[in-house]
């Protein structure tokens, strides 16, 4: 796995896990690991991660996550928020389009 997956990864899972609509569930195999653990690579390393019913669904683009749990991240400068709105890639047509 990519340095910047590795890097990335932890917290985009935990974004996830923690979404108000959460798309997976996180355990550890290792039931010691404390709150310094789930930040830690090496935390990273010993978690278990599940795909929820309501992720499977947004995997076939049944459901949208943003629209679920919103977004309120900061971008290359600009700042993505709300529940609607957001820009997304359209694949069929190599453009950006406002769902």
């Known amino acids: 796995m990519p340095a ?4 990335r990864l932890p917290g985009t899972l935990r974004e996830v896990a923690g979404a ?3 798309l997976v569930k996180i355990s550890a195999r290792d039931s010691s690991i404390g709150s310094e653990g789930w930040n830690a690579l090496a935390g990273f390393r010993g978690w278990r991660v599940a795909i929820s019913d309501v992720g499977r669904d947004v995997l ?3 459901r949208d ?3 679920m749990n919103g977004l309120d991240r900061y971008l290359g400068g600009v700042h993505l928020h709300g529940h609607h709105g ?4 359209h694949e069929r047509e190599e453009t950006l389009v406002v769902r």
Do not use: C, L, N, T
């Not at 910047?4 to 890097?7: C, K, L, S, T």
């Not at 957001?86 to 890639?89: A, E, K, V």
């Open 4 to 7: 910047f997956v590795e890097a």
């Open 65 to 67: 996550h943003i629209a």
């Open 86 to 89: 957001i820009w997304r890639w």
């Open 60 to 62: 076939a683009g049944a």
């Open 20 to 22: 108000s609509v959460p």
